[in-house]
C-alpha cells in the first residue's frame, strides 16, 4: 500500500506511558488530521515516526517498506515544526535547499526548484534574507517548503500554524488542502484547533490518554464524540453538559436536565444510570417570548465569536448554559427561553465519559 | 470613571533615531465602559497601556482619570489596577494571598476572605487558592492574576491580554461571567489585545491602533459595519474582508474588468481608483450575477467556509449552512448592494457613496 | 536633564577609576626604575625608562646588587604553548561532552557532570602532593604533557558547564530538522549544534584560556624552570637582593597582553547572539 502505516507504536518516559499502542494509516495525498490536548503525545508520536524518538517501539512502514530501525535521515519524510526549527546561521534559501543537499542534487538542480516552491509559497524575495530577518508568516512558510521541496512520501506538520497572526493562519487554512494534495504525500497534520482540524482534515484522529480515542471524518468527531472530553475540545463555543438520569420511555428515553425535557429515541442502555447530556451551544435555540418546552433563562453576558452571538445564560435553577445563535440577541440581563433540539442531543456516561449512541459505531482508524 | 487621553503621544529616543510608538491618540472612555485596545504587535497599544499605568512617561498630552489628571502622578497613586500579560504573581504567596494582597487592610479579615473567594469561584479557581503560582498552569496563572486585579477597588483596570492563555474549553463561560461582573459592579476596563475574537467578545467599544494612530473608535459592529479605511476593513472580522479591485468605464464601474456593477442606490465619486470590500459573511451564494469555481468548502461544525476562486482572486464566503458545491464545481455568487463597502484605492480611506433616495 | 548627565558621568568616570587604577599603576610602574619606585616619598613624576622591557627581552639583567639571567621571554612561550595546547585539547574532548550531556539522558550523567564540576571546588593543593607523586611515576613530571594533562582539571569543568548550557539553549527541533533532511549524526552535530552553540564556545574557550594562563600552582610544583609558564617565571624577580618590582610590572604588562588581546577580539563574537531569530518570536 502507498502511503503510511503504524503498528502498535510506545512510548514511554519513566513511568509515564505516553504512547500506548497506536495504529494509524494514512494514504498518500490524504491528510490526517491528529487532534488532541496538550500534553497528548502528539509531538512524540510524530517524532517516533520521524525516526526521533530512540525510546519508541512499533512498526513504521512507508510504501510497504518497513522503516522502523531506520534512521531519521533514511526514512524519506519532510517536517515542519511548531517553532518553525529554521536554522538561524543558514540563508531563507539554505534552509529550503538542505534536503536536497543531504541528496546531492546539482546546484543548478537546486536552485531551480527552491525558487518554484518559494515563488508557490510567495517568499521568493526573502531567499536570501536569513531567519531573524523574516516574518512569523515567511519563517513559517520557509519551513513549510523546507518540509515539502524534497517531494517526501510521508509530511509531519506539528502544529505549524500556531505561531502566526490569525490572518495568516487563515490564509494558510485555505492554502494547505491544494498544496497537500498536489505533494502526494501521506500527511499527518497536528492541532488543537478543532476548526483547523474541520478546515484540513480528510479524517481526524483524536489522540487522548495515549490512545486512539476516536478517528473518522472531522464532521463525525464533530456530530458524534467519542466521549466527554472529545465532545469538549472539538468545538467552540465548548458544548453544555448538563447532568441527568435517563428513564425508559417508548423506543428510547426520557431526559430531564436542567428544565429541559428530552425524548431521545434508542441508548436504552443509559437508562436509570448516571450521564450527562450534552447539548451543543449552536444546537440550541433562543427566544424572547415563552414558547413550548423552552427552558426560562436570563442572559448573564453576550460574547459575540465569529460573527455569531454566544450567549451565557444562567436558568432559573441556577445552571450555566452557552447558546450561540447567529441572530441578534435581547441585551444582558433580559428573560429568554432555550429551546433543545432532541436530534442533536448527545448522552455520555458520567462516570467514563463514553458517548452513548445507538445509530452509528465510531470506527478506527487502523489499516 | 471616566478615562480620557488626549493628544497623548509617546517618543523614544531623539532625533533621527527617534521612534513614534504612539501619536497623538485622544480618546474618552465613559464610566461603566469596556473598551479593548486592539492592534498586531509594535502598533502602540502597550505603550499606551503603560502611560495610562503609569510605567512610561507621555512624550505630549494629558490623562485625566476620574476628573483628576493621572499622567504626572506615580503608578501607585493614580487607582489603577492593573492584569499583567506575563501574569506577575507573586511567587512566594499562595494564590488566594495573591489575590488578597491588593485589598486593603480596612476591610478587615473576614471581608477580604469573603471576596476572594467570590472571585475565586467566578474564575473557576476555588480548588487552588491555597497552590503556588509556580505549580499552576498558564491558564491558572492567567485566571489568578485576572482575580487579582478585580478583587481590587480602582478607578480603573486595565487588563493585558487577559485571557489568551485560557483553556477553550473555560473561555466562553469565563468571558460571559468576567463581562457580566464588569457590567454588575460598574467598572471601566481598558483590555488590550492582539486577539480580535477578543476583543469583539468582550469590549461595548474598540480602539484599533496601527503604526501609533487610533485608526477607529466605535463598538464593533459599526466597525464592521463602516469600517474607517481598509486596514481596519481587513483587520476587523474573521475570516477578513475580500477584496477586489474595481475599473472605471464612464459612468459604469467595473468588477473583475469586464462586470459592470450595477448600483442603484449609491453614486460613487468620479475619477477615483476603487476597491470592493466584501464580508464573508455577506455574499450570498448559489445565487447571483458571478461565478467562480470553488476551491475549497470548508465545514466548520456550525458554519461553512466556501473559498472560490473568481477573476484570479480567491473571495470567501461564509455560510451558517452547509454549502452542497465541492472543490471544482462552478458556484454563482453575490452580495446585496447595501453589503458592499468603497475605498479609495490609494488612500485606503472608506468611501461612502452618496445615497440615492428610492 | 543636564545635571543628571553631569552626575552620571562623574559616577561612571570613579567606577573607571576604581577599576583601572591597578592597571594603570602596573603599566606606570613598568616604566620606571626600582629606585624610583621605591622612593619615599613617592612621585607622580618619573623618566619614563624602557629598561625593565630590554631586559626582559634580552633576558639579562643588571641590577646594583649584581647581575640576574632572565628567562622571561621563555617563560612566555611556554604560557603560550601550554594554555593554548590545554584549551585545544580541552575544547576537542569536552564539547562533545557537553553535547552529550545537554542532549542525552543517561545513567549517572547528571552525577559525572557534577562531578566533573567538583574539580573546579577542590583546592588544587589538596591534589598536588599525590599527583606529582604519580608523576613521578609515570615519568610525567615536568613535561609540557603532563602540565597539558593537569590543565584539564581547570579548562574541562568550565567548557563543559558553559558550552553545555549554550547547547541546552538551542532547540533540538533545529538538530531534528537537519536530520530528517536526510543529513547524518554528525553532520547534524558539526553544522548546526556546533555553529549554534559558537558563542558559547569561544567564550568557553577564552575564559578556560585565561585561567589556563593565570594558574600557578600546578606548573610551581610539577614543572622546572624551563617549562614554567610566566606566573611562575616572575617568582625569579624575587631576589635574595630584593625584589625587582619595575620588571615584575613589565612582565605583568607584557604577560597580560595575549590574554588582552583575545579577550578584546571574541568580545564582539561573544556579544552576538547566533540564535536570536532561530525559533519562534
Given at each position: 500500500m502507498?502511503?503510511?502505516?503504524?503498528?502498535d507504536?510506545?512510548?514511554?518516559?519513566?513511568?509515564?506511558?505516553?504512547?500506548r499502542?497506536?495504529?494509524?494509516?494514512?494514504?498518500?495525498?490524504?491528510?490526517?488530521?491528529?487532534?488532541?490536548?496538550?500534553?497528548?503525545?502528539?509531538?512524540?508520536?510524530?517524532?517516533?515516526?520521524?525516526?526521533?524518538?530512540?525510546?519508541?517501539?512499533?512498526?513504521?512502514?512507508?510504501?510497504?517498506?518497513?522503516?522502523?530501525?531506520?534512521?531519521?535521515?533514511?526514512?524519506?519524510v519532510?517536517?515542519?515544526?511548531?517553532?518553525?526549527?529554521?536554522?538561524?546561521?543558514?540563508s531563507a534559501?539554505?534552509?529550503?535547499?538542505?534536503?536536497?543537499?543531504?541528496?546531492?542534487?546539482?546546484a543548478?538542480?537546486?536552485?531551480?526548484?527552491?525558487?518554484?516552491i518559494a515563488?508557490?509559497?510567495?517568499?521568493?524575495?526573502?531567499?536570501?534574507?536569513?531567519p531573524?530577518?523574516?516574518s512569523?508568516?515567511?519563517k513559517?512558510?520557509?519551513?513549510?517548503?523546507?518540509?515539502?521541496?524534497?517531494?517526501?512520501?510521508?509530511?509531519?506538520?506539528?502544529?505549524?500554524?500556531?505561531?502566526?497572526?490569525?490572518k495568516?493562519?487563515?490564509?494558510?487554512?485555505?492554502e494547505?488542502?491544494?498544496?497537500?494534495?498536489?505533494?502526494?504525500?501521506?500527511?499527518i497534520?497536528?492541532?488543537?484547533?478543532?476548526?483547523?482540524?474541520?478546515?484540513l482534515?480528510d479524517?481526524?484522529?483524536?489522540?487522548?490518554?495515549?490512545?486512539?480515542?476516536?478517528?473518522?471524518?472531522?464532521?463525525?468527531?464533530y456530530?458524534?464524540p467519542?466521549?466527554?472530553e472529545?465532545?469538549?475540545?472539538?468545538?467552540?463555543?465548548?458544548?453544555?453538559?448538563?447532568?441527568c438520569?435517563?428513564?425508559?420511555?417508548?423506543?428510547?428515553?426520557?431526559?430531564?436536565?436542567?428544565?429541559?425535557?428530552?425524548?431521545?429515541?434508542?441508548?436504552?442502555?443509559?437508562?436509570?444510570?448516571?450521564?450527562?447530556?450534552?447539548?451543543?451551544?449552536?444546537?440550541?435555540?433562543?427566544?424572547?417570548?415563552?414558547?413550548?418546552?423552552g427552558?426560562?433563562?436570563?442572559?448573564?453576558?453576550?460574547?459575540?465569536l465569529?460573527?455569531?452571538?454566544?450567549?451565557?445564560?444562567?436558568?432559573?435553577?441556577?445552571?450555566?448554559?452557552?447558546?450561540?445563535?447567529?441572530?441578534d440577541?435581547?441585551?444582558?440581563?433580559?428573560?429568554?427561553?432555550?429551546l433543545?433540539?432532541?436530534?442533536?442531543?448527545l448522552?455520555?456516561?458520567?462516570?467514563?465519559?463514553?458517548?452513548?449512541?445507538?445509530p452509528?459505531?465510531?470506527?478506527?482508524?487502523?489499516? | 470613571m471616566?478615562?480620557v487621553?488626549?493628544?497623548?503621544?509617546?517618543?523614544?529616543?531623539?532625533?533621527?533615531?527617534?521612534?513614534?510608538?504612539?501619536?497623538?491618540?485622544?480618546?474618552?472612555?465613559?464610566?461603566?465602559?469596556?473598551?479593548?485596545?486592539?492592534?498586531?504587535?509594535?502598533?502602540?497599544?502597550?505603550?499606551?497601556?503603560?502611560?495610562?499605568?503609569?510605567?512610561?512617561?507621555?512624550?505630549?498630552?494629558?490623562?485625566?482619570?476620574?476628573g483628576?489628571?493621572?499622567?504626572?502622578l506615580?503608578?501607585a497613586?493614580?487607582?489603577?489596577?492593573?492584569?499583567?500579560e506575563?501574569?506577575?504573581?507573586?511567587?512566594?504567596?499562595?494564590?488566594?494571598?495573591?489575590i488578597?494582597?491588593?485589598?486593603?487592610r480596612?476591610?478587615?479579615?473576614?471581608?477580604?476572605a469573603?471576596r476572594?473567594?467570590?472571585?475565586?469561584?467566578?474564575?473557576?479557581?476555588?480548588?487552588?487558592?491555597?497552590?503556588?503560582?509556580?505549580?499552576?498552569?498558564?491558564?491558572?496563572?492567567?485566571?489568578?492574576?485576572?482575580?487579582?486585579?478585580?478583587?481590587?477597588?480602582?478607578?480603573?483596570?486595565l487588563?493585558?491580554?487577559?485571557?489568551?492563555?485560557?483553556?477553550p474549553?473555560?473561555?466562553?463561560?469565563?468571558?460571559?461571567r468576567?463581562?457580566?461582573?464588569?457590567?454588575?459592579?460598574?467598572?471601566?476596563?481598558?483590555?488590550?489585545?492582539?486577539?480580535?475574537?477578543?476583543?469583539?467578545?468582550?469590549?461595548?467599544?474598540?480602539?484599533?491602533?496601527?503604526?501609533?494612530?487610533?485608526?477607529q473608535?466605535?463598538?464593533?459592529?459599526?466597525m464592521?459595519?463602516?469600517?474607517?479605511?481598509?486596514?481596519?476593513?481587513?483587520?476587523?472580522?474573521?475570516?477578513?474582508?475580500?477584496?477586489?479591485?474595481?475599473?472605471?468605464?464612464?459612468?459604469?464601474?467595473?468588477?473583475?474588468?469586464?462586470?459592470?456593477?450595477?448600483?442603484?442606490?449609491?453614486?460613487?465619486?468620479?475619477?477615483?481608483?476603487?476597491?470592493?470590500?466584501?464580508?464573508?459573511?455577506?455574499?450570498?451564494?448559489?445565487?447571483?450575477?458571478?461565478?467562480?469555481?470553488?476551491?475549497?468548502?470548508?465545514?466548520?461544525g456550525?458554519?461553512?467556509?466556501?473559498?472560490?476562486?473568481?477573476?484570479?482572486?480567491?473571495?470567501?464566503?461564509?455560510?451558517?449552512?452547509?454549502?452542497?458545491?465541492?472543490?471544482?464545481?462552478?458556484?454563482a455568487?453575490?452580495?446585496?448592494?447595501?453589503d458592499?463597502?468603497?475605498?479609495d484605492?490609494?488612500?485606503?480611506?472608506?468611501?461612502?457613496?452618496?445615497?440615492?433616495?428610492? | 536633564?543636564?545635571?543628571?548627565?553631569?552626575?552620571?558621568?562623574?559616577?561612571?568616570?570613579?567606577v573607571?577609576?576604581?577599576?583601572?587604577?591597578?592597571?594603570?599603576?602596573i603599566?606606570?610602574?613598568?616604566?620606571?626604575?626600582n629606585?624610583?619606585?621605591?622612593?619615599?616619598p613617592?612621585?607622580?613624576?618619573?623618566r619614563?625608562?624602557?629598561?625593565?622591557?630590554?631586559?626582559?627581552?634580552?633576558?639579562?639583567?643588571?641590577?646594583?646588587?649584581?647581575e640576574?639571567?632572565?628567562?622571561?621571554?621563555?617563560?612566555?612561550?611556554?604560557?603560550?604553548?601550554?594554555?593554548?595546547?590545554?584549551?585545544a585539547?580541552?575544547?576537542?574532548?569536552?564539547?562533545?561532552?557537553a553535547?552529550?550531556?545537554a542532549r542525552?539522558?543517561?545513567?549517572?550523567?547528571?552525577?559525572?557532570?557534577?562531578t566533573?564540576?567538583?574539580?573546579?571546588?577542590?583546592p588544587?593543593?589538596?591534589?598536588?602532593?599525590?599527583?606529582?607523586?604519580?608523576?613521578?611515576?609515570?615519568?610525567?613530571?615536568?613535561?609540557?604533557?603532563?602540565?597539558i594533562?593537569?590543565?584539564?582539571?581547570?579548562c574541562?569543568p568550565?567548557?563543559?558547564?558553559?558550552?553545555?548550557?549554550y547547547?541546552?539553549?538551542?532547540?533540538?527541533?533545529?538538530?531534528?530538522?537537519?536530520?530528517?533532511?536526510?543529513?547524518?549524526?554528525?553532520?547534524?552535530?558539526?553544522?548546526?549544534?556546533?555553529?549554534?552553540?559558537?558563542?558559547?564556545?569561544?567564550?568557553?574557550?577564552?575564559?578556560?584560556?585565561?585561567?589556563?594562563?593565570?594558574?600557578?600552582?600546578?606548573?610551581?610544583?610539577?614543572?622546572?624552570?624551563d617549562?614554567?609558564?610566566?606566573?611562575?617565571?616572575?617568582?625569579?624577580?624575587?631576589?635574595?637582593?630584593?625584589?625587582?618590582?619595575?620588571?615584575?610590572?613589565?612582565?605583568?604588562?607584557?604577560s597580560?597582553?595575549?590574554?588582552?588581546?583575545?579577550?578584546?577580539?571574541?568580545?564582539?563574537?561573544?556579544?552576538?547572539?547566533?540564535?536570536?531569530?532561530?525559533?519562534?518570536?
Amino acid at each position: 500500500m502507498s502511503g503510511l502505516a503504524i503498528a502498535d507504536i510506545r512510548a514511554q518516559f519513566g513511568r509515564n506511558e505516553v504512547l500506548r499502542g497506536i495504529d494509524l494509516a494514512v494514504a498518500a495525498g490524504e491528510t490526517l488530521v491528529l487532534f488532541g490536548p496538550s500534553g497528548a503525545g502528539k509531538t512524540v508520536l510524530l517524532r517516533a515516526i520521524a525516526g526521533l524518538e530512540p525510546g519508541a517501539t512499533g512498526r513504521v512502514v512507508i510504501d510497504g517498506e518497513d522503516v522502523s530501525t531506520h534512521g531519521p535521515e533514511s526514512r524519506n519524510v519532510g517536517m515542519a515544526f511548531q517553532n518553525f526549527a529554521l536554522y538561524p546561521h543558514l540563508s531563507a534559501r539554505e534552509n529550503i535547499a538542505s534536503p536536497l543537499r543531504a541528496r546531492g542534487v546539482s546546484a543548478g538542480e537546486i536552485d531551480a526548484r527552491v525558487g518554484a516552491i518559494a515563488r508557490l509559497l510567495r517568499i521568493a524575495h526573502v531567499l536570501s534574507h536569513p531567519p531573524r530577518a523574516l516574518s512569523n508568516g515567511q519563517k513559517q512558510r520557509t519551513a513549510l517548503a523546507r518540509a515539502l521541496i524534497a517531494e517526501p512520501r510521508i509530511l509531519l506538520l506539528d502544529d505549524p500554524l500556531r505561531n502566526v497572526d490569525a490572518k495568516l493562519r487563515y490564509e494558510m487554512r485555505l492554502e494547505l488542502p491544494r498544496l497537500l494534495r498536489e505533494s502526494n504525500a501521506a500527511t499527518i497534520y497536528v492541532t488543537q484547533d478543532y476548526r483547523e482540524a474541520m478546515a484540513l482534515g480528510d479524517r481526524v484522529a483524536v489522540l487522548q490518554n495515549g490512545v486512539i480515542a476516536q478517528c473518522g471524518a472531522a464532521d463525525a468527531v464533530y456530530d458524534l464524540p467519542a466521549n466527554r472530553e472529545v465532545a469538549r475540545l472539538f468545538g467552540d463555543p465548548p458544548i453544555n453538559l448538563l447532568p441527568c438520569r435517563p428513564q425508559a420511555a417508548a423506543g428510547g428515553i426520557d431526559i430531564e436536565a436542567a428544565g429541559f425535557r428530552l425524548h431521545l429515541g434508542a441508548r436504552e442502555e443509559a437508562t436509570g444510570k448516571d450521564c450527562l447530556l450534552g447539548l451543543r451551544p449552536e444546537t440550541l435555540s433562543l427566544s424572547d417570548h415563552p414558547i413550548a418546552g423552552g427552558v426560562a433563562a436570563d442572559i448573564v453576558a453576550i460574547t459575540p465569536l465569529h460573527e455569531r452571538q454566544v450567549v451565557l445564560t444562567r436558568t432559573a435553577a441556577g445552571e450555566e448554559l452557552v447558546v450561540s445563535v447567529a441572530h441578534d440577541v435581547p441585551k444582558a440581563g433580559s428573560h429568554v427561553w432555550l429551546l433543545a433540539d432532541p436530534r442533536a442531543a448527545l448522552v455520555f456516561e458520567a462516570s467514563a465519559g463514553k458517548l452513548i449512541q445507538a445509530p452509528m459505531a465510531i470506527r478506527g482508524c487502523a489499516a | 470613571m471616566s478615562l480620557v487621553l488626549e493628544h497623548v503621544s509617546k517618543t523614544y529616543g531623539v532625533g533621527a533615531s527617534a521612534v513614534h510608538a504612539v501619536r497623538d491618540v485622544s480618546l474618552a472612555i465613559a464610566p461603566g465602559e469596556i473598551v479593548a485596545l486592539l492592534g498586531s504587535s509594535g502598533c502602540g497599544k502597550t505603550s499606551t497601556l503603560r502611560m495610562i499605568a503609569g510605567f512610561e512617561r507621555v512624550s505630549a498630552g494629558g490623562i485625566t482619570l476620574a476628573g483628576r489628571r493621572i499622567d504626572t502622578l506615580a503608578p501607585a497613586a493614580r487607582r489603577v489596577a492593573m492584569a499583567f500579560e506575563g501574569y506577575a504573581l507573586y511567587p512566594p504567596l499562595s494564590v488566594g494571598e495573591n489575590i488578597g494582597f491588593g485589598l486593603s487592610r480596612r476591610l478587615g479579615r473576614t471581608e477580604i476572605a469573603k471576596r476572594v473567594r467570590e472571585i475565586a469561584e467566578l474564575l473557576d479557581i476555588s480548588d487552588i487558592l491555597s497552590r503556588r503560582p509556580s505549580g499552576l498552569s498558564g491558564g491558572q496563572q492567567q485566571r489568578a492574576s485576572l482575580a487579582r486585579a478585580l478583587a481590587r477597588e480602582a478607578d480603573l483596570y486595565l487588563l493585558d491580554e487577559p485571557m489568551g492563555q485560557l483553556e477553550p474549553q473555560l473561555r466562553a463561560i469565563l468571558r460571559g461571567r468576567v463581562k457580566a461582573l464588569i457590567k454588575a459592579r460598574g467598572l471601566t476596563a481598558v483590555l488590550v489585545t492582539h486577539d480580535q475574537t477578543e476583543a469583539n467578545a468582550m469590549a461595548d467599544r474598540i480602539a484599533v491602533m496601527e503604526a501609533g494612530v487610533l485608526q477607529q473608535f466605535c463598538p464593533p459592529a459599526q466597525m464592521r459595519e463602516q469600517p474607517a479605511n481598509l486596514f481596519v476593513a481587513t483587520f476587523i472580522g474573521e475570516p477578513p474582508m475580500n477584496v477586489l479591485p474595481l475599473e472605471r468605464d464612464g459612468n459604469r464601474v467595473l468588477l473583475a474588468g469586464t462586470i459592470p456593477l450595477s448600483l442603484h442606490s449609491i453614486r460613487l465619486p468620479i475619477a477615483r481608483t476603487l476597491v470592493l470590500g466584501l464580508r464573508p459573511h455577506r455574499i450570498k451564494l448559489g445565487e447571483g450575477p458571478l461565478t467562480g469555481v470553488v476551491s475549497s468548502n470548508q465545514w466548520l461544525g456550525d458554519q461553512a467556509h466556501v473559498a472560490i476562486r473568481f477573476a484570479d482572486r480567491l473571495v470567501v464566503a461564509v455560510s451558517q449552512a452547509k454549502v452542497p458545491h465541492a472543490a471544482g464545481e462552478q458556484i454563482a455568487f453575490g452580495f446585496a448592494e447595501e453589503d458592499a463597502h468603497f475605498f479609495d484605492a490609494e488612500t485606503g480611506d472608506a468611501l461612502v457613496g452618496e445615497r440615492i433616495p428610492a | 536633564m543636564a545635571i543628571a548627565k553631569i552626575l552620571r558621568a562623574l559616577a561612571l568616570s570613579l567606577v573607571l577609576a576604581f577599576f583601572l587604577f591597578p592597571i594603570v599603576w602596573i603599566l606606570l610602574m613598568s616604566f620606571q626604575t626600582n629606585e624610583e619606585i621605591l622612593r619615599l616619598p613617592p612621585s607622580t613624576f618619573f623618566r619614563p625608562t624602557l629598561g625593565n622591557y630590554i631586559a626582559l627581552i634580552s633576558g639579562h639583567l643588571e641590577t646594583a646588587a649584581g647581575e640576574l639571567d632572565i628567562t622571561f621571554l621563555h617563560n612566555l612561550w611556554n604560557s603560550i604553548l601550554l594554555s593554548t595546547s590545554s584549551v585545544a585539547l580541552a575544547l576537542l574532548l569536552g564539547v562533545p561532552a557537553a553535547y552529550a550531556f545537554a542532549r542525552f539522558r543517561f545513567r549517572l550523567g547528571e552525577d559525572i557532570a557534577f562531578t566533573m564540576l567538583s574539580f573546579r571546588f577542590a583546592p588544587p593543593l589538596l591534589v598536588l602532593l599525590p599527583l606529582s607523586l604519580y608523576f613521578q611515576d609515570l615519568g610525567l613530571n615536568d613535561t609540557y604533557l603532563g602540565l597539558i594533562w593537569v590543565y584539564q582539571l581547570i579548562c574541562l569543568p568550565l567548557i563543559l558547564w558553559i558550552v553545555r548550557g549554550y547547547f541546552e539553549d538551542a532547540s533540538p527541533d533545529i538538530e531534528y530538522a537537519y536530520r530528517i533532511d536526510g543529513h547524518s549524526w554528525w553532520r547534524a552535530f558539526t553544522r548546526i549544534a556546533v555553529p549554534l552553540a559558537g558563542p558559547g564556545i569561544a567564550a568557553a574557550g577564552l575564559l578556560s584560556f585565561i585561567f589556563a594562563w593565570n594558574n600557578f600552582v600546578f606548573a610551581l610544583i610539577l614543572a622546572s624552570a624551563d617549562k614554567q609558564p610566566v606566573t611562575v617565571g616572575a617568582l625569579a624577580f624575587v631576589t635574595a637582593s630584593g625584589i625587582q618590582y619595575g620588571q615584575i610590572a613589565a612582565a605583568i604588562v607584557l604577560s597580560i597582553l595575549p590574554t588582552l588581546a583575545l579577550a578584546l577580539y571574541a568580545q564582539r563574537w561573544l556579544v552576538e547572539g547566533l540564535s536570536l531569530g532561530a525559533v519562534k518570536g
